[in-house]
């Protein structure tokens, strides 16, 4: 019987082609070749049919149509229409806390004298589901393509205005065609003399490379290469408080620091793509920004630059590491100077709430990397251990750094106010309950990720229980009730769900487990409107039935202490995998023409949910988009 044949695929590296395997296609070298101790000789310059030549053509003929009636569109008056829709109905539903200002106020500030902004604003908004029309599947949406190769242009003309004339024009052609890749690999002239920090001479120019092809008909930035300090800098605040604003008059300033405005670019070019579906094009963009932040020098940064801006690429730089950690990618320092590593407080009163809870992104960063960096054959047996699980001194360095933030958070929030500070929001409560849900577990989470034994939990008993004794109070702090437009509503789903999940699934002092699956059990079943993630309630159900060897009716708060820790042998390590709740699980969409979904391992999912609310939105949007996308 003959083999079934298949398709020939044209592309590859020509070691894969040579070798007649299957190429994954990485850039600059295929990990293929690189994992094999191979050298990867590049990918062959394909050259365009003449049909394919044609419809590039065709669609530059309607990008430049497209193009023509976005300026027709901003010339005709409707800029002020797209940035109220912006402020309106898009920002508020971009990840962000209850009081973050940099997509509501900061960036469309900023737009009014940068015309890339007001581009990426466009592309952002055409692209919200409310407002698109198009599949991406059927030919994409023309519209936000205008706009935001318009924005890529005028970014790529305010960092290199040299290479604006007929390089650049013949770059974007080339970028039109399907079968020619797109990179800019040419360097950018000195930022200096113009009024912006400057990149320091930390790092070579050749530190500073795309990890990642580009967007196909999409051209991106050029890359930064470091240039020489500057000494002038104006007034270039884009993140002043509506308040002040008043203070100082209507009128807007006309420049901000190039670096300033580079950086926020790139954060709309990472939304942007994110709302494409494209997380590789997301990435490279990521991948420039972090290459900028490692080289300049943070003293000449505004205070709101890294205030707003900075702890938007430690939130990133934690999703790129989940979910798309590819060799060579930059990574993020943070070290600076002799500055701390982590802002541990203490934190100005006059600031936001959030600003101190998210302080600990860097620090889950910094745990993370440890964790995907330990090495398998290190990890021990808490058994054998007579005081708990062994830690390695960056263990305990990490869990140290929690202590100091969290006490920092406290004091921020217990410290007595003056009438010119800014007030506690009225769910102050909730948010500091939450917030110290998270740390518990985050704690627990460093502390075990070098024993591979499930008895190593049992360690923290204490911690379990005041983890569920602050979703008691959180639980009877949210009554039954619906809210009114105006009040605030608590998101049990987004980290509240899963932080319970993790004691359900790893306290086996059955008394607190019992407690925590209590709570669950009423979210899913006594409220008006239940609150359900992924059968949980049912998991938990089994899960104690199985682990203690007792039908859930026999278990009651009074009798649920009496019960024994159960054998090692007897416990579950991970029910996701676990045949005996396989009816329970959830199966995610998977889609078969897009990338595999990456499996983040538990501990690392669950860190996830231990940072910022801007965190938590992006872990959630990373664990849906294949669904959110079909």
């Known amino acids: 019987m003959t083999r079934k044949g298949q398709p020939k695929v044209r592309t590859g590296c020509l070691t894969c082609k040579s070798r007649k395997v299957k190429c994954d296609e990485a850039k600059p070298a295929c990990a293929r070749c690189t994992g094999t101790g191979r050298k990867c000789e590049g990918y062959a310059v394909v050259v365009p049919s003449n049909r394919a030549i044609a419809r ?41 806390n209850l009081e973050n200002q940099f997509w509501t106020v900061a960036v469309p500030r900023m737009s009014k004298s940068e015309p890339a902004i007001r581009h990426a604003m466009a592309a952002i908004g055409s692209l919200f589901p409310q407002r698109s029309s198009n599949n991406p599947s059927e030919g994409g949406n023309p519209q936000a393509d205008a706009h935001y190769s318009e924005a890529l242009r005028l970014m790529a003309k305010k960092v290199a205005p040299e290479r604006d004339g007929e390089d650049l024009r013949a770059s974007n052609s080339k970028a039109r065609a399907d079968s020619i890749p797109f990179n800019v690999s040419a ?9 912006s920090p400057s990149l320091s001479s930390a790092g070579p120019p050749s530190a500073i490379q795309s990890p990642a092809s580009l967007t196909p008909g999409v051209p991106s930035i050029p890359e930064l290469v470091e240039t020489h300090r500057s000494d002038g800098r104006g007034s270039t605040n884009p993140f002043t408080s509506p308040q002040t604003q008043e203070e100082e008059g209507d009128e807007e300033p006309t420049h901000y620091s190039d670096v300033d405005v580079v950086l926020s670019c790139c954060i709309l070019f990472i939304a942007t793509e994110f709302l494409r579906g494209s997380l590789d094009e997301a ?26 801006i900075v702890p938007k690429f430690h939130r990133l730089s934690i999703i790129q590491l989940c979910f798309y950690d590819k060799p060579g990618f930059p990574s993020l320092n943070l070290q600076h100077g002799l500055g701390p590593r982590y802002n541990l407080g203490p934190f100005d009163k006059s600031s936001s709430i959030y600003l101190p809870k998210r302080a ?47 006490t920092a958070f406290l004091a921020f929030v217990e410290f007595p106010r003056k009438h010119t500070d800014q007030p506690l929001p009225k769910h102050q409560g909730l948010i500091c309950a939450e917030t110290e849900m998270k740390y518990q577990t985050a704690k627990i989470c460093i502390s075990v990720c070098r024993s591979h034994d499930e008895s190593v939990y049992d360690c923290f008993k204490d911690l379990f229980r005041r983890i569920v004794t602050l979703a008691r109070l959180i639980l009877d702090s949210c009554p039954d009730v619906t809210p009114e437009p105006s009040d605030f509503k608590f998101d049990f789903k987004t980290s509240y769900l899963p932080l319970l999940e993790f004691v359900i699934v ?44 007792a ?34 699980v959830t199966i995610p969409d998977v889609d078969m023409e897009g990338p595999a979904k990456v ?32």
Request: glycine content about 6%; aromatic content about 6%; proline content about 3%.
């Open 599 to 630: 499996q983040v391992p538990y501990t690392q999912r669950l860190l996830l949910r231990c940072g910022s609310c801007e965190l938590d939105d992006l872990a959630g949007w990373m664990e849906n988009r294949h669904s959110s996308s079909s």
């Open 360 to 406: 600990v992104d860097p620090i889950i960063l910094d745990a993370i990397r440890y964790i995907r960096s330990a090495d398998p054959g290190s990890q021990t047996d808490s058994r054998l251990a007579s005081k708990g699980p062994v830690m390695s001194e960056e263990q305990k360095s990490i869990c140290a750094s929690f202590d100091r933030w969290h």
């Open 187 to 195: 360097s950018v002239g000195s930022l200096s003399n113009r009024s």
């Open 551 to 584: 039908k859930i009716e026999e278990v009651t708060r009074d009798n649920a202490g009496l019960f024994s820790l159960p054998a090692e042998e007897m416990r579950v390590k991970d029910y996701t995998a676990d045949a005996r709740f396989a009816d329970l």
């Open 506 to 549: 790893k306290c086996r002092w059955l008394d607190i487990r019992y407690e925590a699956w209590l709570i669950v059990w009423k979210l899913a079943t006594g409220r008006t409107e239940p609150v359900i993630r992924d059968n949980l309630h049912l998991v938990g159900k089994r899960m104690i039935e199985r682990e203690h060897n």
């Open 56 to 96: 590039a053509r065709s669609r530059t003929t309607r990008l430049k149509d497209a193009l023509a009636q976005a300026r027709a569109g901003w010339e005709g008056g409707s800029e002020k229409a797209t940035l109220e829709y912006f402020a309106r109905d898009v920002a508020p539903k971009l990840p962000q």
């Open 283 to 308: 990435m490279q963009h990521l991948a420039n920004g972090i290459n900028i932040l490692n080289n300049v020098d943070y003293d000449e940064l505004d205070q709101t630059t890294l205030d707003e």
